[in-house]
C-alpha cells in the first residue's frame, strides 16, 4: 500500500471492513480507511487529508485523534461537518489528549479534509484514524449507545475497559498515546475482532505519539498494548458503541 506525503504530514490510505451479521447484525457496515500522522511544531490548528469512504445519506465517519503534548483539540471537522466528541479529550478521567469524534458526513466520496483547531497550548505531534459506519437502522442521525474510557498512565497494557455493545451492533474502540520511539510501534488489542486491530499510525517527529483502531461485536472486556514504552500520562483507550 502506498504512502502518500502531503505537505508536513504522512497519510497512508487503508481498506479494513466488517459487514454486519451475526455478532455485528442488521446490516451495519463498518470500514477503518485511513492514517495520517504530522509534527506540526505546536501549532494550534491543523489539517490532513484522507479517505473516508463512499459518500451516503447514512455515512457516520469516525476519527480516533493521539496527540502529543498539554494541548486540548477543540473542535474536529470532517469535509466541513463539525464532529462530535464522543469520548476523551478532556472529559472525566482524562491525563493525556486524545479522543474520539463523530459525525453524519453524507457527501464527499474518497479523500476529503479532516481538520483539527483550538489546540489550546498547540500540538507537537499528532496521529489519526479514520473510519465509517453505514447500515444501521437510525441512518445517519445515530449517536452512540455508550462510551468508555480508561487511562492508566504508563501502565501496559491499558484496560481492562468494560464495554457495552447492543445486540446487533458494534463498538469502534479507539486509542492514543505518547510514547518515547524510534521506530513506528504496533498496537497488540485483546476482545476485539483482531487482535492486530484495523489500523494504527505512529508520528516520530516531535515526541512520539500513536493513534490506533478497532472494532467489537460483543460487550467485554477490552485492552490494548503497545511494542513501545510509554511516557508522560501514558495512553488513553476509549470506545464508542451504536446500535444496528
Do not use: E
Amino acid at each position: 500500500m502506498p504512502i502518500h506525503a502531503i505537505r508536513n504530514q504522512w497519510y497512508q490510505p487503508h481498506s479494513a471492513l466488517f459487514t454486519g451479521g451475526g455478532g455485528g447484525g442488521g446490516g451495519i457496515t463498518f470500514t477503518a480507511t485511513a492514517t495520517a500522522s504530522a509534527a506540526p511544531g505546536f501549532a494550534t490548528s491543523g489539517n490532513f487529508s484522507m479517505d473516508i469512504g463512499t459518500a451516503s445519506s447514512d455515512r457516520v465517519v469516525i476519527v480516533v485523534i493521539g496527540n502529543d503534548g498539554n494541548a486540548t483539540i477543540g473542535t474536529v471537522t470532517v469535509n466541513g461537518v463539525t464532529a462530535t466528541l464522543g469520548v476523551g479529550n478532556g472529559t472525566a478521567g482524562s491525563t493525556n489528549n486524545s479522543g474520539m469524534w463523530y459525525a453524519n458526513v453524507p457527501s464527499g466520496s474518497g479523500v476529503q479534509t479532516v481538520a483539527w483547531s483550538g489546540a489550546s497550548l498547540g500540538v507537537a505531534g499528532i496521529a489519526c484514524v479514520v473510519g465509517y459506519l453505514t447500515g444501521q437502522s437510525g441512518g445517519g442521525s445515530v449517536t452512540p449507545t455508550n462510551s468508555g474510557f480508561y487511562n492508566t498512565n504508563q501502565a501496559q497494557p491499558q484496560g481492562p475497559l468494560a464495554i457495552t455493545v447492543p445486540s446487533g451492533g458494534i463498538a469502534i474502540d479507539g486509542i492514543g498515546a505518547s510514547f518515547s520511539v524510534s521506530t513506528t510501534p504496533t498496537m497488540t488489542w485483546t476482545g476485539t475482532t483482531s487482535g492486530s486491530g484495523d489500523l494504527a499510525i505512529g508520528n516520530l517527529g516531535g515526541n512520539g505519539v500513536q493513534a490506533a483502531m478497532a472494532h467489537s461485536t460483543s460487550s467485554g472486556n477490552v485492552t490494548a498494548s503497545s511494542s513501545a514504552s510509554m511516557d508522560y500520562t501514558g495512553a488513553n483507550l476509549m470506545y464508542l458503541s451504536f446500535a444496528s
